[in-house]
């Protein structure tokens, strides 16, 4: 029997398994309702699923990966542990007062998240260590002992404690431990010199804490779900995807839950990374739109864009700065009120604004006939043809295409005073902008240039709208991969076994004692070469570190590589280029008049990116257009009778010429006019764009024909001209001069 | 001013938009060629403080300028004395940098930078903040001509006329919505010696909106005034807070506001007046408006936030012999809104923070004894007023650190709205003992320096107020017994159990 690896990947609504048969590569997936109460129960069932379907016993799967949304739901819902945090005496109020900055400068009913732990459970206990190391203040363990005897009496379940300059020296902080633990057996402790001992208490006490609150129902969450598949008969290896794009030892990940808050969509951005590679295209812009938000993340030169925090439970929705801050190696991401269920609505001004409030899937766009009367992004989809009424999820729903164009008629079109077709387009044009327009500002954070970089698009909407945001961004390649809707659970079995390590040591860079900072370096790197063995890797090790760096006394860091070997003064020159290089990245310049420091060292241990090889199975069909129908593109006031294409029947090899439609039971591909398909050996539809990255407003110079062709070729002259008036274009804005006009 | 950032201090944004007029008058635009940089520390130019450092960028696109990329941002360090409030003349704060070019053709003026090092504490320090501001603008101006270059376009008037119609459109829209009529008020600060006084009326015309300010104190001897600009984008913010405009702020909407103010007053002093503690006397400005205004819209506007925050100045020698000046920021807390809680310790009006404690024990020879919030500081109220927070920290320095201290709320805490109490008011001391708000004093080794802000002010009876949330305040010790005995009107028999650990809430300096 062969051996196989099963990924999973728990969401809100579905859990997405896919199983992978070493050698042969044929993969099997299946997609069940999530269990809230019990995500065990569904894991087990899509488990089961893809087992039967491959033929296979539990006893046949070498390792299972899940990605779970457990952790952050968990501190978005409220309904983690009753915790408590020590902290030193005189400073129990960081987690609450937080960063003191506002996110909106003149909004004067702003709101912030409440702390995980209220002030009454949040207790100062008497010790204090100096930012060098040196114990000023022994821990007074009666203090300590008093304040769990305090909170033993308010049904306390797990206590975090985060002492000041706890990163220097843990010793106040492991005392206290002892004598929680000694109290309190059955408490769950979290330190922060554990958890991250990171310089800057309010994101270390934050991150600690929250550790704290998700540790026991993760702790016990993930012994149900083994306890589960080892009943069944599973000998699998078990791992949890981190937020950071790596996979964690099962206890790793019950000792360190805060590090699972981003899990899912780093398996997003796992699979991302994985097609990268495979494709050969190492830097993608992946792009996955779903039903309420697109989440959009850079791969650059074959790796993810990673940050050092994230942000959850947000109070007002996508707005930086309104949620609680976590301090802990992340895959980078942002995310955009842009999905299928994305409102339309004209306002105040007359102007027509998508998202990012959304329909949901309850009573969702008007077109599900659920009662739903608000115009969104899936009924623009349908007025214009993209969508066909009759194969929505493959069929297993009808589209009212009556109540999209009311919808829409008296929502956006007579507001505007346009007809219905213009208003559609105008809602699938803003809400293609809003989400180019993040990707654009974002990538120019980072100081990249996204010309030249691959779309690769998943994700249940986006690859209806790929091909058009593609173009606002100058991007002239993008990828729709086979099997879009359970890819995540692919990303679980292509990332690496990997740890992450940090501490804190500010210092200008010519004081650093190298001496202490690389034993300290080595001592991580042992520590996660243990971690590794004990997940049974010793071979393809790979040893990343960096630190944190800025000009002394700025208040934000870039992260520096630091070289391989034996660190030491004599390194110092090469690091410091090193910074320049990278702040020039992102600030277009170095300053060199100004001393260096550092903030925090990093150490990731890695294990070798899985060998995954993908075989999705064909299932036949009629290779010609199936069908014809009039579909309205962007930039063309006419419809064109389209051919419409089946995706299980695009065999790897074919090609086919813009504009098209394919359908597939999970999405629909729009290739534009002009565009180039082909079917690549993994099934993935790749569209080229070539000739069509024009940036002039389209209606004005180069509309105004019919035959695609023709229009083509207009398009070509018209792209050549203005490459020679400007060499560094970027972006596209058709749709600006049309949406504009509409307003 | 066709677009702003979307943090930072809301009256930086404000002088911005003023001060780009003459920048071009000193330098109309054919004097100016691609990469050519302006700058200015002027403060009857700029913001109203010799530290403000203006910087203007020309975007040059297809050889014409198509717009400017204009920074701000405050440098600690530009020589004379401490930045405090205890300067008689502008000549003590610093020296002024008229509006210069700092950069022609992409290159620096170098007789400028050798003058500038000369007159400042820490060169690099100052120099690396200017070419911050250098890089920030060139990312701006590049950004501005990728976007023109990118939609074919030679300039962008056409979008800026569009985007400031619809801007000034939002704000009409936003005043109309507040009832005609004049509304008047006036509040006292603590002054240096004695009370200032600040009067207003406001009056809403249909889409118009005008602030006079007449009758205020005349300027002061000593360094809390404020420049004419300074204290419209003071005002402006308020307005807008009120007005709420569905547009992003900008140039027009800052444009429908009028304002008035005679020359003489402490918010439209005059040359050579001291001017390091504008911030003093200004940031009182936003709850007097909405005081004001909140006869006419009481659901739109909040109580007295504890503002200003704390901002003494504080210079000496850091780890390593390198030395410092930097600014010891404590924030107080929010105004109570009229249905909900004022944030604790947020920062008002301008959008700053403190650095974090450990950050700054890495950097210099401190150590801080508390910082917390002040139990019992938020005013009292159906809705109650954010708390503010106390401070105290040791030096075990070798020699005396120099502090410009500038605190203000020591006499005059926040006033509530609606039958809403007061917030706690602030206090400054060294070993325990007061010492005056406005002063420079020098801390020697072993001394504590403590702090606390000003809390935000109630909204409402707080005879009204949930009795759950009371107990909860109690519990979590925001609301001591006694105060929800006293404010409250809670019944003993329904106090909670104390807390747990009475340790946390000995304050080594609170008393005054």
Not at chain 1, 62 to 80: D, K, Y
Not at chain 1, 408 to 437: C, F, K, Q, Y
Not at chain 1, 580 to 588: I, M, N, P, S
Not at chain 1, 644 to 655: H, K, Q
């Amino acid at each position: 029997m062969p051996r196989v690896a099963i990924g999973v990947d728990i969401g809100g609504t579905f859990t997405d398994v896919v199983l992978i048969e070493d050698g042969t590569g044929r993969a099997y997936s299946a997609k069940v309702l999530t269990t809230p109460e019990h995500p065990a129960t569904a894991v087990l069932e899509g488990v089961n699923a893809t087992l039967a379907q491959a033929g296979a016993a539990h006893a046949s799967a070498r390792t299972i990966v899940h990605g779970t949304t457990l952790a952050t739901n968990a501190i978005i819902q409220r309904r983690g542990a009753r915790t408590a945090l020590l902290t030193t005496a005189g400073f129990r109020d960081a987690l609450e007062t937080a960063r003191e900055l506002r996110y909106d400068l003149y909004d004067l009913f702003i709101e912030f998240p409440e702390p995980l732990v209220p002030r009454r459970h949040r207790l100062g206990v008497k010790e204090r260590t100096r930012y060098d190391g040196e114990v000023l203040v022994p821990v007074d363990r009666r203090d300590v002992a008093r304040a769990v005897d305090a909170l033993a009496r308010d049904g306390i379940e797990a206590i975090a404690v985060c002492f000041l300059h706890s990163y220097a020296d843990a010793r106040n902080e492991q005392a206290a431990a002892e004598v929680i633990r000694a109290k309190r057996p059955d408490a769950s402790v979290s330190l922060s010199s554990d958890v991250l001992p990171e310089i800057g208490e309010y994101g270390r006490v934050s991150t600690t804490v929250a550790n704290a609150y998700v540790q026991p129902l993760v702790a016990s969450y993930l012994s149900e779900l083994v306890d589960a598949l080892r009943a069944q008969g599973s000998r699998a290896a078990f791992f949890v995807m981190s937020s950071s794009g790596g996979s964690l030892s099962l206890e790793v990940a019950r000792a360190l839950p805060v590090r699972l808050v981003e899990s899912g969509p780093a398996a997003g951005v796992s699979v991302a990374t994985y097609y990268a590679e495979r494709m050969g295209r190492p830097d993608v812009l992946a792009f996955d739109m779903g039903g309420t938000t697109a989440k959009i993340s850079l791969i650059t030169a074959g790796h993810p864009t990673r940050a050092t925090e994230l942000e959850v439970a947000r109070v007002k929705r996508f707005q930086k700065g309104s949620g609680l801050l976590l301090r802990a190696p992340a895959v980078d991401l942002i995310e955009i009120g842009a999905g299928g269920g994305s409102i339309g609505r004209v306002d105040a001004l007359g102007l027509l604004a998508v998202g990012p409030d959304s329909a949901g899937a309850d009573p969702g766009p008007a077109c599900y006939a659920r009662g739903g009367t608000a115009p969104t992004v899936t009924d623009a989809d349908l007025v214009l043809g993209y969508l066909d009424p009759g194969y929505f999820l493959g069929g297993a729903m009808r589209l009212d295409r009556e109540r999209a164009a009311t919808a829409i008629a008296t929502t956006v079109a007579a507001p505007l005073g346009v007809d219905v077709v213009r208003a559609a387009r105008s809602v699938h044009e803003v809400v293609n902008d809003n989400m180019a327009n993040a990707a654009a500002v974002y990538a120019a954070e980072q100081g990249i240039d996204l010309r030249g970089y691959t779309l690769l698009a998943f994700g249940g909407a986006a690859p209806a709208h790929a091909a058009d945001v593609a173009q606002r961004l100058g991007i002239s390649d993008v990828r729709v991969p086979f099997a879009a809707g359970v890819l995540s659970a692919v990303g679980c079995l292509a990332s690496p076994v990997s740890f992450d390590f940090s501490f804190g040591y500010m210092r200008e860079l010519k004081q650093v004692d190298w001496k202490a900072v690389a034993g300290r370096l080595d001592t991580l790197e042992a520590e996660g070469r243990q971690l590794l063995a004990q997940a049974g890797i010793e071979d393809e090790i790979t040893v990343a570190r960096s630190a944190d760096m800025r000009y002394f006394g700025q208040r934000y860091e870039v992260n520096v590589a630091l070289p391989a070997g034996e660190l030491g003064t004599d390194l110092v020159a090469g690091i410091q280029e090193a910074f320049y290089e990278a702040y020039r990245q992102h600030y277009g310049r170095e300053i060199r008049e100004v001393p260096v420091e550092t903030v925090n060292w990093r150490v990731t241990v890695s294990g070798p990116r899985p060998a995954l090889e993908l075989a999705w199975s064909s299932q036949g069909g009629q290779s010609g257009p199936r069908a014809h129908r009039p579909v309205f593109f962007v930039g063309r006031d006419a419809a064109i009778d389209c051919p419409v294409f089946d995706r299980y029947a695009l065999a790897p090899g074919a090609t086919l010429d813009g504009p098209a439609i394919v359908e597939d039971r999970e999405s629909t591909t729009v290739v534009p006019p002009g565009a180039r398909l082909s079917v690549d050996d993994l099934r993935t539809l790749v569209i080229r764009l070539e000739g069509r990255a024009c940036s002039t407003p389209r209606r004005s110079r180069c509309s105004g024909t019919s035959s695609s062709r023709s229009w083509t070729r207009r398009r070509r002259r018209c792209s050549a001209r203005r490459s020679r008036a400007s060499s560094r274009r970027r972006g596209t804005s058709a749709a600006r001069s049309s949406t504009r006009a509409a307003r | 001013m066709i677009a702003q950032g979307r943090h930072g201090l809301p009256a930086f944004l404000g002088c911005m938009s003023l001060a780009l007029q003459d920048f071009l008058k000193a330098y109309p635009p054919e004097t100016l060629e691609p990469d050519d940089s302006l700058i200015t520390t002027d403060p009857w130019i700029g913001a109203s403080q010799i530290n403000d450092v203006f910087f203007v960028t020309p975007i040059f696109h297809r050889r014409r300028i198509i717009a400017y990329a204009m920074s701000v941002s405050h440098s600690p360090d530009v020589g004379g004395r401490l930045l405090s409030a205890d300067s008689k003349e502008i000549f003590e704060e610093g020296f002024r940098l008229p509006i210069v070019k700092l950069f022609r053709a992409g290159e620096p003026n170098e007789d400028l930078f050798r003058i500038i090092r000369l007159n400042v504490r820490i060169p690099d320090i100052v120099v690396g903040d200017f070419m911050a501001q250098l890089a920030s603008n060139t990312i701006m101006a590049r950004r501005v001509v990728e976007f023109a270059e990118a939609r074919g376009l030679d300039d962008l008037d056409d979008l800026f006329a569009e985007v400031w119609a619809r801007s000034d459109l939002a704000m009409r829209q936003g005043i109309a919505s507040i009832p005609s009529g004049t509304y008047r008020g006036q509040v006292e600060t603590d002054g240096f010696d004695q009370p200032i006084t600040l009067k207003c009326a406001v009056t809403v015309a249909g889409e118009d909106l005008a602030v006079d300010c007449a009758g205020s104190s005349p300027q002061d001897q000593h360094g809390i005034n404020c420049t004419w600009r300074w204290s419209f984008a003071e005002v402006a913010h308020a307005a807008i807070c009120v007005a709420r405009p569905a547009s992003p702020v900008n140039g027009a909407t800052l444009k429908r506001i009028r304002f008035s103010a005679p020359e003489g007053t402490v918010l439209n002093a005059t040359y050579p007046s001291a001017l390091g503690g504008r911030a003093l006397v200004s940031m009182y400005l936003q709850g007097l408006i909405f005081r004001v205004l909140g006869t006419a819209v009481p659901d739109r506007v909040i109580a007295e936030t504890g503002t200003p925050p704390h901002l003494s100045a504080y210079m000496g020698v850091g780890h390593g012999g390198r030395r410092y000046v930097d600014i010891m920021f404590l924030n107080g807390g929010l105004g109570a809104r009229p249905n909900r809680d004022g944030v604790s310790s947020l920062g008002w009006p301008a959008n700053i923070s403190s650095v974090p404690v450990e950050v700054t024990e890495n950097e210099k020879p401190l150590v801080f004894l508390e910082k917390e919030l002040a139990t019992d500081s938020g005013g009292a109220g159906r809705s109650r007023g954010g708390l503010a927070q106390s401070l105290a920290v040791r030096s075990y320095a070798d020699e005396p650190i120099t502090v410009g201290v500038r605190l203000d709320r020591i006499e005059h805490p926040t006033i509530g709205l609606d039958r809403g109490k007061s917030g706690g008011a602030a206090a400054v001391t060294v070993n325990g003992r007061p010492v005056h708000a406005k002063t420079t004093l020098r801390l020697l080794p072993g001394e504590v320096f403590a702090v606390r802000t000003a809390g935000g002010a109630g909204y409402g009876d707080p005879r009204k107020r949930d009795r759950e949330l009371v107990r909860r305040d109690v519990a979590d010790g925001y609301v001591s017994a006694e105060a929800a005995r006293r404010d409250y009107g809670l019944d003993g028999g329904a106090a909670p159990k104390a807390k747990p650990v009475a340790r946390s809430t000995k304050k080594p300096a609170r008393r005054r």
